[in-house]
């Protein structure tokens, strides 16, 4: 997997094709060695005829040439280190030193008595070099050159009959001239190609590597790698905040450290899950193979999200279960209250027939409630979200809801803050949710029941809020987690699936409800409303 697309460099693009280009630094390395190499031959050479041409077979044809060039090209190539600065290392300086080198060897040469003294030998590192540094074609055209140098000092040797010519040799040596240089250009051109490759892999597994890093850091799970000794080596903020360690440890530490039950499970086998922290991490230890270090990666999940992960799937084929089944036992009740309809209508019943039949309306009917709601929960018409001012919407809501289920005053307070809050949500599905939550909490409650319905923005979320509670007892203690879920209910007389649909319609407009005590200890129902955009 790539970021982006990878651009690819033009193959076998040489740089230095210009006279005035500067040259790469591993060119200009290359270069130093090349005027290294010419100041110490021009030296040694300088010593040899100065004190010991008796005993070289160097510069006998013509001693004063040999010393003067040695001399000129001793000073030549001492010029670059004595002022470095005002030698620019560009092609220009290659080309002139690389003529520069063919000519005082050449003279060398001429001095010696021809190219049989091997002094041609000396040309074969710079042309070399400069085939290295320099295109194909350059570096061809210098070997030329040094060929022509030869031939035509020994033409020269021939013509003026200074020494006996050699053109065979000199032939050779520009044979050997020309595969240098075309040798070392196409090795140095493998070699350029290959380095682009390298880098352009380079860029890509950085990509890689950073998106892997990304991805990695935005788990969810906690991830960490440790090699066989339990030492540390990476690990993701998910796992720095369940191992509660400030932040991803700069050096290796050890994973015992941070969590014993990991340190002692070795043998652990892959994908076998290991309880951390009494219970409430669960590590699932994978060893890394290939790598032959021994290095194991450590999922990390809370248990309490595994728990809920499994409540939801769990809820989820409860409801289709539900669903089929309600879809089922219509046809059952319909034939039941059909029956029940024309029972009452026989003109011989008694005072206990008419019960028994009462009996069976009442139970038919809250039979039928339960089908209907189930069902309806199963089409779950999508919500259609809306702007709603919450506090003229509660107004005619709670209007209507005294009208019809109370008719007393003074049973609802609400606060709204600030009186022009704005929520998103499906304005019929909140009435129904808002109906559900007073019903339940007008039933709760005993003696004379007050219901305050408080709407607000949290400040640290900036969403809306809506609470509704009551002066009632509120749910027994332990049963908070269970209120919400599918036909639970501590009441006889209620199908258990009220507050189950009331979570549903919330999730359905992005908004969550939770349960927690009123001050006055009755219940307390929170709507979190989707800060949303413009609907």
């Known amino acids: 997997m790539m970021i982006g697309r990878s651009s690819i460099s033009p193959p076998l693009a040489r740089a230095v094709p210009a006279a005035g280009a500067r040259l790469e630094r591993r060119d200009q390395r290359l270069l130093r060695l090349l005027e290294s190499y010419r100041l110490v031959v021009a030296m040694l050479l300088l010593l040899l005829f100065t004190f010991a041409d008796r005993y070289i077979p160097y510069g006998h044809h013509d001693r004063q040439l040999a010393l003067y060039t040695c001399g000129a090209w001793l000073l030549f190539a001492a010029a670059p280190f004595l002022v470095p600065d ?13 003529v520069a080198d063919i000519a005082a060897i050449t003279l060398l040469i001429h001095a010696s008595g021809g190219v049989s ?9 710079p042309l070399a070099l400069t085939g290295v540094i320099l295109p194909v074609r350059m570096g061809a055209m210098f070997a030329a050159l040094a060929a022509l140098a030869l031939l035509g000092n020994e033409l020269y040797a021939h013509v003026s009959s200074s020494f006996a010519a050699n053109y065979f040799q000199a032939g050779l040596a520009g044979l050997i001239f020309f595969a240098t240089s075309l040798l070392a250009s196409l090795l140095a051109q493998r070699l350029r190609e290959s380095e682009r490759h390298i880098a352009r892999q380079s860029h890509r597994l950085a990509d ?29 903020r998910a796992a720095a905040r369940m191992l509660q360690v400030a932040d991803a440890p700069s050096t290796p530490a050890a994973i015992h450290e941070m969590a014993p039950e990991l340190g002692r499970e070795n043998g652990a086998q892959p994908f076998e899950l290991i309880p951390v922290r009494k219970g409430k991490l669960l590590a699932r230890i994978t060893p890394l193979e290939g790598n032959g270090s021994g290095c194991r990666l450590i999922h990390l999940e809370e248990s309490t999200e595994l728990e809920q992960q499994a409540q939801q799937m769990k809820l989820a084929s409860l409801g289709r279960l539900t669903a089929s089944i309600a879809h089922e036992l219509r046809n059952p009740i319909g034939a039941i209250s059909h029956a029940e309809q024309l029972l009452a209508e026989s003109p011989r019943l008694n005072d206990a027939d008419r019960r028994l039949i009462e009996i069976i309306r009442n139970q038919a009917g809250r039979v039928n409630t339960i089908v209907e709601s189930v069902l309806q929960l199963g ?39 600030p009186p022009e809050m704005e929520i998103l ?18 039933h709760a409650c005993t003696g004379e029941p007050r219901i305050e319905l408080r709407g607000a923005v ?38 258990g699936l009220g507050l189950y649909i009331v ?5 359905a407009n992005r908004a969550r409800i939770g ?10 129902f929170r709507i979190e409303f989707s800060r949303g955009g413009p609907a």
């Open 86 to 98: 005002h030698f620019a290392r560009n092609g220009s300086r290659l080309y002139l030193q690389i």
């Open 117 to 125: 003294s091997g002094l041609g030998m000396l040309l074969i590192l």
């Open 208 to 236: 890689l590597t950073r998106l892997n890093e990304h991805i990695i850091q935005q788990m969810q799970s906690g991830i960490v790698v440790v090699d066989a000794e339990g030492r540390i080596h990476h690990m993701n």
């Open 379 to 417: 089409r779950g018409r999508p919500a259609s979200s809306h702007r709603l001012p919450l506090r003229p919407w509660l107004e005619g809501v709670v209007a209507e809801f005294r009208e019809l289920a109370t008719g007393r005053e003074g049973l609802f307070t609400i606060e709204i803050t």
């Open 425 to 442: 949500f499906d304005p019929d599905q909140l009435q129904q949710v808002v109906w559900n939550l007073c019903q339940n909490a007008l």
């Open 458 to 495: 949290d400040p640290r979320s900036g969403a809306p809020f809506l609470e509704i509670s009551d002066n009632g007892p509120g749910v027994e203690p332990g049963l908070e987690q269970q209120i919400f879920e599918p036909f639970f209910t501590t009441d006889s007389t209620s199908t």
């Open 503 to 507: 979570r549903e319609l919330c999730s």
């Open 515 to 524: 349960y927690s005590r009123s001050t006055d200890g009755g219940a307390c």
